[in-house]
């Protein structure tokens, strides 16, 4: 708590204007002093808190909004709000109210209005903040699938397990400087030791192999170990 983490996730989604530094996204990026709808459409910030995003009278209006404003008129908006809230478990809810929902739907609600934007970079801010395990899980399906499909998550969490399950990179920070660093590429072993996730802990007391991080791999493993 208190590392900028937050701080950090604001600078590279080009909030904190007036600062000085410089920030860049890519050759081809936005420039710093380009305004945020501009921004946005390269690198999209998600609030901590979802009640700083939410506006419409309508989950499907607010999950449609942010990608009318930053995508092109062909996006297939309609589609992509139908496959979020669907994956999401939003699809019942569509039509309601999104501020009377309870505070871990409301969660939802912005972190699918990202998903259906679907810029090249998402900056989440404690995304699992809120969620129950069914949530979490579902959001980790989703989120996969975004970055099978080429997109960049940059996030903040102290829930460890759920980084295990999205992260190829884990970065620590302690008051304000990087304390720790590891790679999906380098194994379990490179994970940072004081937040190893549950899986990686089970898959060390096995003795499986290092590549472990996530949960259908360590059932994979366990698999592949049973004799035949």
């Given at each position: 708590n208190g590392a900028g983490k937050t701080t950090l996730l604001r600078c590279l989604g080009n909030l904190n204007q007036g600062w000085l530094g410089k920030v860049s996204l890519g050759t081809d990026g936005p420039a710093k002093s380009d305004p945020l709808y501009i921004w946005a459409r390269h690198a999209l910030y998600c609030f901590q808190n979802p009640d700083d995003q939410i506006f419409f009278t309508t989950v499907r209006a607010e999950l449609a909004e942010t990608a009318r404003r930053i995508r092109d008129s062909e996006y297939p908006i309609e589609d992509a709000v139908q496959r979020i809230a669907s994956g999401l478990g939003?699809?019942?809810?569509?039509?309601?109210?999104?501020?009377?929902?309870?505070?871990?739907?409301?969660?939802l609600v912005t972190l699918g209005s990202a998903l259906v934007a679907a810029p090249g970079l998402l900056l989440l801010d404690e995304p699992t903040g809120g969620l129950d395990g069914q949530l979490t899980r579902r959001l980790v399906g989703l989120l996969r699938k975004y970055l099978n499909g080429g997109g960049t998550i940059v996030m903040v969490s102290h829930d460890y397990d759920f980084v295990g399950e999205v992260a190829d990179d884990v970065l620590v920070l302690e008051n304000g400087e990087i304390k720790d660093f590891g790679s999906r590429e380098c194994g379990f072993n490179a994970w940072p030791g004081a937040c190893r996730p549950r899986v990686i802990a089970i898959a060390k007391?096995?003795?499986?192999?290092?590549?472990?991080?996530?949960?259908?791999?360590?059932?994979?493993q366990i698999s592949l170990k049973q004799p035949s």
């Open positions: 939003l699809l019942s809810l569509l039509d309601a109210a999104p501020l009377d929902l309870p505070r871990a739907f409301r969660r007391s096995l003795g499986l192999p290092d590549e472990v991080w996530r949960e259908d791999e360590l059932f994979e």
